[in-house]
């Protein structure tokens, strides 16, 4: 079992700088939305965005709730598999989680001009990778005053997505969390992560 003892977070920390310098200039330059956001109807003339929309973010709200996120489930992961491995499920959880959305919206007959803006498809996939790989340990969700072990939170969170109220981009939730699932196995048959005691 390979251990990675002392880790910085300096990955994420950089990721979170990021996102809160994009979300400012987006609140400087709103139309800076529409060059940076994946929008699937123009994602042919504009291939960049399904990288650079993981760092754009609706509202205070919306980024808030992903940095929280990506703090604690990232130096969770960062912890257990080191900053490459981090980096890599980080970033090809974001981008499967715009392929299912840029596919959904390109197949559904007559679907409207649509933009997806988010980490969530990246975090998504953090949380799955960690499901496999700690599934039991306790983490605590605001609205549920008791602890809950991780998978269900993930499940929970998940759930919410298909709110159609929410007007939240399910598809890249759900891609991330699968792609998550899948490098969570293969970390876990291999073996290539550090244990953790909880």
């Known amino acids: 079992m ?6 910085s977070l300096n990955a994420i920390w950089f990721l979170i700088a990021v996102n809160i310098l994009v979300f400012i200039f987006t609140l400087i330059r709103p139309e800076a939305i ?7 109807a123009y994602f042919l003339y504009q291939p960049w965005t399904i990288i650079t929309n993981l760092f754009v973010h609706g ?18 992961l960062l912890r257990l598999t080191g900053e490459k491995r981090f980096l890599i499920v980080y970033f090809l959880g974001g981008i499967v989680g715009n392929i299912f959305f ?11 001009p649509v933009m997806g803006v988010g980490a969530s498809g990246a975090i998504f996939a953090l949380g799955g ?19 809950t072990p991780l998978w269900l ?36 048959r291999r073996k290539t992560y550090s244990r953790i005691y909880y």
């Open 59 to 76: 509202g205070i709200g919306h980024i808030m709730c992903n940095m929280i996120s990506l703090y604690f489930l990232g130096s969770f």
């Open 2 to 7: 390979r251990s990675y003892g002392a880790f």
């Open 153 to 188: 939170a993930i499940v929970i969170f998940l759930l919410i997505s298909f709110i159609p109220a929410a007007g939240i981009a399910w598809q890249a939730h759900l891609g991330g969390l699968l792609l998550g699932l899948i490098v969570g196995y293969y970390f876990k």
């Open 129 to 147: 990778a960690l499901a496999i790989m700690a599934p039991r340990v306790p983490v605590f969700i605001f609205f549920i005053p008791i602890s």
């Open 102 to 112: 840029i596919f959904y919206y390109k197949l559904l007959p007559g679907a409207y």
């Open 34 to 40: 529409f060059i940076l956001g994946l929008t699937p």
